[in-house]
T-cell receptor, first 111, second 118 residues
Framework: QKEVEQNSGPLSVPEGAIASLNCTYS??????FFWYRQYSGKSPELIMS????GDKEDGRFTAQLNKASQYVSLLIRDSQPSDSATYLC???????????FGAGTTVTVRA | GAVVSQHPSRVICKSGTSVKIECRSL??????MFWYRQFPKQSLMLMAT?????????EQGVEKDKFLINHASLTLSTLTVTSAHPEDSSFYIC??????????????FGPGTRLTVL
């Protein structure tokens, strides 16, 4: 079993809608979680990080962490065509600096 | 924000040659750098963890004699793909962890190097 699993997608949403991305992890010791956005042919860029249970909002992005259920989610509100990309979920175990990445979910926002 | 650069951004080489890729942290010191490889439509695969002044730690299945990593300073790590073959063609991405990190372990990614082996 992979340490980090993402809902497979691809996900297609109309412009202005909410895109919902989910991620589960198997290591209960994981402490920090990150959402990266990766455009085709480019390297990942960090868009959200979350360490505590609950919600964290940054602009149109909201990350949610539930350590009891071992899932992390990302909501993109008012989706724009520029949000079309692959979103990678990553987790960091306790006492380790390495990140475990999910397979990624490709989001397409239709104009 | 923290900036990581990679050089070259794109390289094409003949089979059997060696290719060196540089990863630099431009405005912070990086105790630890990471090297990833990404094949088309796949996620990032960690190849190795590079620690300044010590030997790199390779992930299972990654040949340390083929992928030579040197982290000679707090701002520079290099990955050398030795005797490259077409199956080594991939997108190589480095990331760096700020020495001043207080536990959040944010990794800053370089722009990547596209390697094509003919």
């Amino acid at each position: 079993q992979k340490e980090v699993e993402q809902n497979s997608g691809p996900l297609s949403v109309p412009e202005g809608a909410i895109a919902s991305l989910n991620c589960t992890y198997s290591d209960r010791g994981s402490q920090s979680f990150f959402w990266y956005r990766q455009y085709s042919g480019k390297s990942p860029e960090l868009i959200m990080s979350i360490y505590s249970n609950g919600d964290k909002e940054d602009g149109r992005f909201t990350a949610q962490l539930n350590k009891a259920s071992q899932y992390v989610s990302l909501l993109i509100r008012d989706s724009q065509p520029s949000d079309s990309a692959t979103y990678l979920c990553a987790g960091r175990p306790l006492n380790d600096y390495k990140l475990s990445f999910g397979a990624g979910t490709t989001v397409t926002v239709r104009a | 924000g923290a900036v990581v650069s990679q050089h070259p951004s794109r390289v094409i080489c003949k089979s059997g040659t060696s290719v060196k890729i540089e990863c630099r942290s431009l405005d912070f010191q990086a105790t630890t750098m990471f090297w990833y490889r990404q094949f088309p439509k796949q996620s990032l695969m960690l190849m190795a963890t590079s620690n300044e002044g010590s030997k790199a730690t390779y992930e299972q299945g990654v040949e340390k004699d083929k992928f030579l990593i040197n982290h000679a300073s707090l701002t520079l790590s290099t990955l050398t793909v030795t005797s490259a073959h077409p199956e080594d063609s991939s997108f190589y991405i480095c990331s760096a962890r700020d020495q001043e990190d207080r536990g959040y372990n944010e990794q800053f990614f370089g722009p990547g190097t596209r390697l094509t082996v003919l």
